[in-house]
């Protein structure tokens, strides 16, 4: 025992990634097999493994606390990450499991899939500028594999999946660029260091600060860019969109949150540009996310589109902090709350959207009508679901304390267009929430959704992101209603990073 | 490269800046305006040419020849090209006759088409 703690506080912080080293390792010996014995051994190593990094992470967290080097740092917003990261992993195993297991190639997929999972977390742990850049680099080869490798019996499916990934190659590229000029400004080799020097001023330093910017947008396909995703997602198999949302998307947002500090430093040097700048493409993206949605019949889009728009929350965060509506504190709890909503409500969904597309063949909204009817458990979930987006309720607490605080009339231009972008975006974002239900429990005019038919595993797997979503709730409504429960001793407000 | 007087040296170091600039605007122009797909990648190499030479450049003028730079360039276009070349071969393998049409003679990298967002995408 003695032995494994002393050997655990060597490789720390990288008991995790060793884990899923040793069973890619594992895998591999079993590469080349198509048995159907073999293809479930090694879904049950990999979910194991999983469970296993996901305890050590935390574990190791709170036996031995933060750890800083040369190339990483491991803190608790990082735990979190990775624990994040690791969850979303035992999701996709679920959706890689249920669509591919039949593939010829299945363990060879699971290889890659537990790879990117390795890349995703040396992308949260990062610190020094190489390991950062060749680990999102890595990440992105490995979800390129990933997603070529789950699509590889889908037809005319290669142009989409080339379209998609020329933009993270030149967002990658552009991060080159952008680190050979901070490299130019300072030969420091973290953004901590650069933070607390004095260049941050430095014309270099606004000139990287824009190629970031313009590489992460072109990371997440943000409107009007937002072609490409459309397309894979609505042409790939069952589980390239679980691989998008769950892994890309997440990884991107925890590479934003890392390069975040140099874009807040402007916003804390009460820069008018990058708020103003921050506020019009939060509106944009919001709203045209929202008619995106509005304006379909196809279910992967309606989904594509509302999952951009929880990409824009991001941006709305980030705005609501320039203008002084939130603090800084606030906003990183935000944007932490929003990758769980988005979590937790787009894993049951997209298993849910999946399986009716299965059944009747068709990628079409009118194919869900009746479904709440026919299938009422089916239809509680999905409405416990929906429920959680109204998550966004936080809100309203800041937003009425600055409101309180400031008069009106004299209120900053800024500030009452952050005001405006939200409302608006929220208004729209309803009207799409209440379309879907509004379709589930219509009356059955067709057919369609008494085709669907619901396995023990869908349910199991819906019933547990329902389960979570309704103790999420109650916790909320707690905290908000400011009521003081014995076992609930922790508050989501006191929260501090 | 050799040094000259400081005067020389510091306009060097400027001009080799500026082509560097220059650089990036060329292969940001040529992804914008392009139709094919090797120009874009083309373009995309020029990008990381004028990344690779701020690399060297301010690593000769400004920190004595670090080491850190090369094995940052090393690692940076060693990986960029890789995915490159992976983009290249998955299109190679799979390309059928719409796509090789499409990606020689109609493909712009920021295309936005109305389909993207407004209505259905009959792909």
Known sequence: ?497 | MGYGNRGEEKMSFQLIIYANLLLLLIGIFGILYSKDIVSIFVSMQLIIISGVMNFLVFSQFLYQRSLWDKIFIILGVTIIYFVMFCLVYYLYLNKDELSRETLYNNFKFFKIKKSDWWGEDNI
């Open chain 1, 1 to 497: 025992m003695n032995f494994l703690f002393h050997l655990s506080e060597r490789v720390n912080p990288f008991q995790s990634i060793i884990i899923l080293s040793a069973a890619v390792l594992i895998s591999s010996f079993f590469a080349l097999s198509k048995s159907k014995a073999v293809k479930k051994f090694l879904i049950v190593l990999v979910s194991i493994s999983l469970i296993i990094a996901f305890y050590l992470n935390i574990y190791s967290y709170l036996s031995m606390g933060s750890f800083s080097s040369f190339l990483i740092f491991f803190e608790n917003i990082q735990m979190i990450e990775i624990g994040i990261i690791i969850f979303s992993a035992i999701s996709v195993l679920y959706f890689i499991s249920a669509y591919h297991v039949d593939d010829e190639n299945f363990s060879k997929i699971l290889i890659i899939f537990l790879f990117s999972v390795i890349c995703g977390a040396f992308v949260i742990l990062s610190k020094n500028f190489i390991l950062m850049f060749v680990s999102i680099s890595v990440f992105i080869l490995s979800i390129f594999q990933l997603i070529s490798a789950t699509n590889s019996g889908v037809d005319k499916i290669s142009l989409h999946v080339f379209e998609f990934f020329l933009r993270p190659v030149l967002a990658i590229i552009l991060f080159f660029f952008g680190f050979s000029l901070l490299y130019g400004v300072t030969d420091f080799k973290d953004f901590n260091q650069i933070l607390q020097s004095e260049y941050m001023s430095d014309a270099l330093v606004i000139l990287t600060l824009i190629i970031f910017g313009i590489a992460l947008y072109l990371y997440f396909f943000l409107f009007p860019f937002q072609g490409p995703y459309m397309r894979m997602i609505k042409k790939g198999s069952f589980s390239t969109a679980s691989v998008i949302w769950f892994f890309y998307f997440p990884v991107g947002v925890f590479t934003l949150i890392n390069t975040g500090s140099l874009f807040l430093f402007f916003i804390e040097r009460n820069n008018t540009f990058l708020p103003v700048l921050l506020i019009i493409i939060t509106y944009f993206c919001m709203l045209a996310a929202n008619i995106g949605a509005v304006k379909t019949g196809s279910v992967r889009r309606i989904m594509s589109f509302l999952f951009l728009f929880f990409m824009s929350i991001f941006l709305l965060n980030i705005s609501m902090y320039s203008t002084g509506i939130i603090d800084r504190g606030s906003m990183d709890l935000f944007n932490l709350v929003n990758i769980f909503i988005i979590l937790f409500s787009f894993m049951p969904l997209c298993s849910i959207f999946n399986n009716i597309e299965k059944n009747t063949g068709a990628d079409n909204i009118n194919n869900v009508i009746g479904l709440g009817r026919i299938n009422i458990y089916a239809g509680i979930n999905i409405i416990v679901i929906f429920l959680s987006w109204f998550g966004f309720l936080y809100y309203i607490e800041p937003v009425r304390a600055y409101l309180d605080r400031v008069d009106f009339l004299k209120m900053g231009a800024a500030s009452s267009m952050v005001l405006v972008a939200m409302v608006t975006g929220f208004i729209f974002f309803s009207v799409n929430i209440f379309r879907i239900l509004g379709k589930i429990f219509n009356r059955p005019s067709g057919g369609e959704a008494g085709k669907v038919l619901f396995t023990g595993s869908l349910y199991a797997y819906i019933t547990f992101f329902s389960v979570i979503t309704l103790l999420g709730i109650v916790t909320i409504l707690l905290v908000i209603l400011d009521i003081d429960i014995v076992f609930l001793d922790f508050k989501i407000t006191g929260f501090n990073f």
